[in-house]
């Protein structure tokens, strides 16, 4: 039970932090490892039974775009825009992890394929330049005086701390009634043997494809969500390799098996990118980067289970009891 | 009625199939020998293909020994990614094998961000255009469809010709018998490595006389390149060799009926369904 006061007790806390004044650049900082953080959450939701996805980008860019372009072209709120996002999503998640998961497509293969799913996706998108201004990107259209409900546009910054709050809660509550599902057992089951887990009566197929479908479709809301914040979409930012690879790193970084690791993943990478360009600055293009991917390459090879997972690994060390495991580290 | 436009660019996919061949071979050879996909392939082409401009524009050296030294940068690339990033997780989760390449991608097109810039460069030389009738098709890819097929060639017969190759070969097939029988896995990992990233300079070569290079542009072919290995069937040269020809056709003959991206998308949609009809490729026995 102390567990859900504490829970309680941090959102609580973090919900009182626009209160004490925060400058709009910490406040952006905050919502964009909320958003992010959510985003990799979804993610870590099927990454964490060895169904890594190098595609994730495809949905991101899906939320980003339907959403956008319905607002801009037909001034069809978001909240009807979203659903949609989610329902065309799933359907391809659905159309590309059927077959995947019915004749066996796992590891390497699974990882190749859900990369050309994202490529796919970015193509389109720049493809249709008329629509969607292509390589150029696309701007939300702003409501006059900047907040409209209706228009999930909101001026002030606080607001959207708040929405990005609710829905990195609710992305967590998700992540979290998965890992105490029989469907996590179903899914662990089959990342180890699927002919073992079939055999006991895991319907793998299914199995796979609801875990798909529900962490394609938050990827989508975290990809509306993203458009909503910046007001602007770019093919590059928002699907492709990069982003997608971006996705991975971070939540390897934070920790792929814990409930907190993708959101410190997001803390992470966010943290090191503001600081390598606060101390270097633009001026030097790439240096930033260079130290970001000599980083990743460091990270995989010394600290697989990432910060909260060696974290984790180190309390239950030092209590000497296996048994004793904190109750995010499960696994 | 017979259109010439058409054809040309059915000739110009056979040409652009032949770069693919060349660049899928290095990475399913790798694949294929020590299991692992390095995803930062095409950047070590980019790599390449810097090395060749900066010896060649900036030291004035002739073009085809700062093609050689291209190659041989890379092979020495290769062999150190091999050393430094592959060697100490080959042990772990495939998945991290496939993630630390990954992190090396980022690396490397940072790292040429940093040491070369944001600018499009390019060699300045002028290849001649080969007119054929009423076509036209670039000298520089005749050249790279040629060069690939002696490539290719060069590389089967080192394969099944040579002691070494067959070694290669024998190591690709069984991991734990061959050390039994006197094979040293770490030095042959290192020769395909060395092998593997040769190829790569190769296709810098080829790819540098046709495109103007910068940091990102890796990606523009990286995700193409794998899509070949993986629908010829990872590890499978024979079976990357002519999907790279199918891929290069989707390419330009979609790209002439609608725009380039097209071409890309109608290629990336057809290998996702030829996934599903042939999921281990499509010479899987």
Known sequence: MDKRILAVLGIAALAAVPQFGLGNYHLHLLITVLIWGFVYTSWSVMGRFGMVSLGHGAFLGVGGYVVTM??????????????????LSMTMALLVGYPCFRFRIVGHYFALVTLALGEVVRLTIVGLRDQTGGSLGMTVEGVPGGTSFLALQFGERATFFYLALIVWAAGLWVWRMVDRSMLRYALEASSEDEDAAASVGVNVTRAKLMITMLSAGMTTIGGALYAQYQMYINPETISGIGISLQIVFAVIAG??????????????????????????????????????GLLLVLFIIYMPKGITGSIAAGLVRRRGAPGAAPAAATH | MFDTFLLESIINGILLGGVLALLALGLNLVFGVIDVVWICYAELVMIGMYTIWWLFVFY?????????????VVALLGVLLHILVIQP??????????????GVLFFLQAAATLVFGIEFRNLGVRMPVVEFGDMFFSFARILAFATALVGVLLLWLF????????AIRAISQDREIMPLMGVDPRRIYLITSAIGGGM??????????????????????????????????????????????????????????????????????????????????????
């Not at chain 1, 920790?255 to 001026?283: I, K, N, S």
């Not at chain 2, 772990?92 to 094998?97: D, E, H, R, S």
Request: proline share 5%; hydrophobic share 55%.
């Open chain 1, 255 to 292: 920790g792929l098996f814990t409930q907190l690791g993708p959101t410190v993943g997001a803390m992470f990478t966010l943290l090191l990118a503001e600081t390598l360009r606060v101390t270097f600055g633009h001026d030097i293009h790439g240096l930033d980067g260079t130290i970001y």
């Open chain 2, 89 to 102: 997780v080959l042990g772990t989760a495939p998945i991290n094998q496939l993630l630390v390449t990954g």
């Open chain 1, 70 to 87: 319905l607002w801009n072209s037909f001034g069809l709120t978001p909240w009807v825009g979203i659903p949609i996002a989610i329902v």
């Open chain 2, 159 to 166: 394969l099944t010709r040579s002691y070494l190759g067959t």
């Open chain 2, 60 to 72: 004035g050296l002739p073009l085809p020994v700062a093609i050689g030294a291209g190659i041989a």
């Open chain 2, 200 to 285: 790569a300079g190769v296709a810098a070569s080829l790819l540098v006389l046709q495109y103007d290079v910068h940091p990102a542009i890796g990606l523009s072919f990286g995700p193409i390149t794998f899509m070949v290995c993986v629908m010829g069937g990872l590890g499978n040269m024979l079976g990357g060799f002519v999907a790279a020809f199918v891929f290069a056709q989707f390419i330009s003959v979609g790209g002439y009926f609608f725009q380039i991206e097209w071409g890309y998308v109608i290629a990336f949609a057809f290998f996702i369904a030829m996934m599903f009809i042939r999921p281990k490729g499509l010479f899987s026995r």
